[in-house]
């Protein structure tokens, strides 16, 4: 495997150590030094609606969710977050992200739709 194909794998697998190493950031950190004054919670919320916006790569999403439970938030305030972004980014980005957003929620959005066909 080459340099450059070794980081395209740590790219698409969203490697944190290597994204902080040569973006030269740490991705987790809130530093109030640096004009954030949101609470780590409302942080991860807040960087899952710009994720939904922009819609983002399904490990993406699985990195800030974990996040966002990490720091205490609900699976409640996480959907509420997409519903509170549809408006704005457009529910199709919403629905996009969904699978995404319930697996590292514990749902596997494709394994309940497959028990529910009536062709099985």
Known sequence: MTAHE???RRLA???EGFIESILAINLRAI???AGCQLSPKTHALVRLAA???LGAAPVSYQWTVGAALDADATAREILGTM???APISGIA???QATPDVALPLGYDLDAAFEE????R
């Open 83 to 85: 519903i509170a972004v």
């Open 116 to 119: 529910l066909d009536p062709d």
């Open 93 to 95: 980005r919403v629905v």
């Open 6 to 8: 070794e980081q395209l």
């Open 31 to 33: 530093h109030p030094d």
């Open 51 to 53: 994720l939904v916006a």
């Open 13 to 15: 697998l969203h490697d």
